[in-house]
């Protein structure tokens, strides 16, 4: 049984905690009556709260009446710049924060998770125009390219649709990945903004790559494409433990015809615009799960490469994951590190793409969610 406590107060913003709802009441239903799993709003007063845009809703129970939590979700929302000057709001936060398995905040509910505590110390995420101003409060590191942020037990995301993908994420992690997936599935959630493509690109988007790549699932006329990619021979000198059937089109076409039917493995095509980069998956090997990438060559050195494994660990939730490294893969390593790995061993084994046996370093990824880096690692 899993009970989702959502805080809400007048002038929350609705799809700060109404995107959420959706996502946790939507999971309760696909797991069943036997589940028992709910979702509750909780409010200061028992009164109807009028949220920012004019939503008014009643709440289910109270601060002082509400049953026991596994989650707490605190939205974010213009009320929140009165809440946190609210010692009766603020100190329930405090004491719930510490009774829950989870607690996560949307948008600018990360101010009242800082003002009560759960927040100091950690890593989080808020809306972007908020960013400079939670900084500023001092004892939070605020990060600024991740739609959300896993540190520990705390999860908070950016502004508004953001907590979507948080509670996915979140629902992924309590009962399961192929759960989450349902539930994505359920809502019909697969965004493709409809104007995105005719808006003007700013100056740092016109420049860096990082801006512009997205990720979605392979698809077969993705294929030549990434065959053509891993052909690349300063590649597989870095990648050094290829499979030396890679450079036959045919044998590489069916080795990922049964990759894209392996449900074990997680494969995704990096695109800049409509273009195929690279790509980045997870697999299983020897019962660990690891994590693989190629990138074009015009695009290393650019970021590329850790943003797109830090979208990719936003969804394989597989804790601990692992990723291996050519030990002179200096740019691998800086990939793997941005996002949290850290070195835990070396091997030493024979490399097809070099014709020797050379160290490889192993590394590891035990907690939380990516950091979405940038910058000029590959």
Not at 221 to 229: M, T, V, W
Not at 302 to 324: F, K, Q, S, W
Request: net charge negative.
């Amino acid at each position: 049984m899993t009970t989702y406590g959502l805080l809400v107060f007048d002038d929350a913003e609705e799809l700060d905690f109404v995107g959420p709802w959706e996502v946790f009441t939507t999971s309760a239903a696909l797991r069943g009556e036997a589940a028992a799993d709910r979702a509750v709003l909780i409010a200061e007063h028992a009164a109807t709260v009028r949220c920012a845009k004019g939503l008014r809703i009643l709440p289910d129970y109270t601060l002082t009446d509400h049953p026991p939590l596994d989650v707490l979700l605190v939205p974010g929302g213009r009320g929140t710049r009165r809440e946190v000057s609210n010692p009766v709001i603020i100190d329930w936060i405090r004491q719930t924060a510490g009774a829950v398995a989870w607690t996560t905040s949307v948008c600018t509910g990360a101010l009242l998770l800082h003002e009560a505590g759960p927040a100091r110390g950690r890593r989080v995420a808020t809306h972007y125009s908020f960013e400079d101003a939670l900084e500023a409060r001092g004892e939070v590191t605020v990060v600024r390219d991740a739609r959300y942020v896993v540190d520990g037990n705390l999860v908070t995301s950016q502004g508004v649709s953001a907590g979507i993908d948080m509670a996915l994420w979140l629902v992924g992690r309590l009962h399961g990945r192929e759960h989450a997936r349902a539930v994505r599935r359920h809502i019909q959630y697969d965004p493709a903004p409809p104007y995105l493509a005719d808006e003007p690109l700013s100056e740092p988007a016109r420049t860096d790559p990082v801006a512009l790549i997205s990720l979605r699932e392979v698809r077969a006329e993705d294929l030549p494409a990434l065959f053509e990619i891993q052909q690349d021979q300063s590649g597989q000198q870095m990648a050094a433990f290829t499979s030396p059937g890679d450079s036959d089109r045919e044998h590489y076409l069916t080795k990922w015809a049964g990759l894209l039917a392996d449900r074990s493995v997680t494969t995704k095509v990096i695109l800049a615009g409509a273009e195929v980069i690279g790509s980045v998956a997870s697999f299983l090997m020897d019962g660990d799960t690891e994590v693989t990438y190629w990138i074009r060559r015009d695009y290393w050195g650019r970021g590329v490469a850790t943003a797109a494994l830090a979208g990719l660990l936003r969804e394989v939730m597989v804790r601990p994951l692992y990723g291996r490294v050519a030990a002179d893969n200096i740019g691998s390593m800086r990939v793997l590190e941005r996002n949290g790995f850290v070195r835990v061993g070396e091997e030493h084994s024979f490399a097809p793409a070099r014709q020797a046996t050379i160290t490889e370093f192993i590394f590891r990824l035990d907690h939380g969610a990516a950091r979405a880096g940038s910058g000029p690692a590959g």
